[in-house]
């Protein structure tokens, strides 16, 4: 089992930047692929990013790509996802999810945390 809590949502002007943390714990941790999914009012939950925790290889969907990095701290059990230039279509809850295989489709992953509000003013 693996429990994962997300923290560092919050209200941000147009043009603005947040950052996103994920502290996973559980078993046999560091084997498994983290990633961020964000969903908005009346849409479907849709990739952000994702990271191997064994090497640190990245993807980010276009929508995000040169604004937001993914980054991860091993020994912390923590992902970070750093959000600049940030738009109100970005406005969103953010979920972390975990899981043995990379995809950007949802279903694909294990485990997911309670999400952390992100709302982006114009």
């Known amino acids: 089992q693996v429990q994962l809590v997300e923290s560092g949502g919050g209200l941000v002007q147009d043009g603005g930047s947040l950052r996103l943390s994920c502290v996973g714990s559980?078993?046999?941790?560091?084997?498994?692929?983290m990633g961020w999914f964000r969903q908005a009012p009346g849409k479907e939950r849709e990739f952000v990013s994702y990271?191997?925790?064994?090497?640190?290889?990245?993807s980010y969907a276009d929508s995000v790509k040169g604004r937001f990095t993914l980054s991860k701290d091993t020994a912390k059990n923590t992902v970070y996802l750093q959000m600049n230039n940030l738009k109100p279509e970005d406005t969103a809850v953010y979920y972390c999810?975990?899981?043995?295989?990379?995809?950007?489709?949802?279903?694909?992953?294990?485990?997911w945390g309670q999400g952390t509000r992100v709302t982006v003013s114009s």
């Open positions: 990271i191997w925790l064994n090497g640190g290889a990245t």
């Open positions: 559980g078993r046999s941790f560091d084997r498994y692929i």
């Open positions: 999810t975990a899981g043995p295989v990379p995809s950007t489709s949802q279903h694909r992953w294990v485990y």
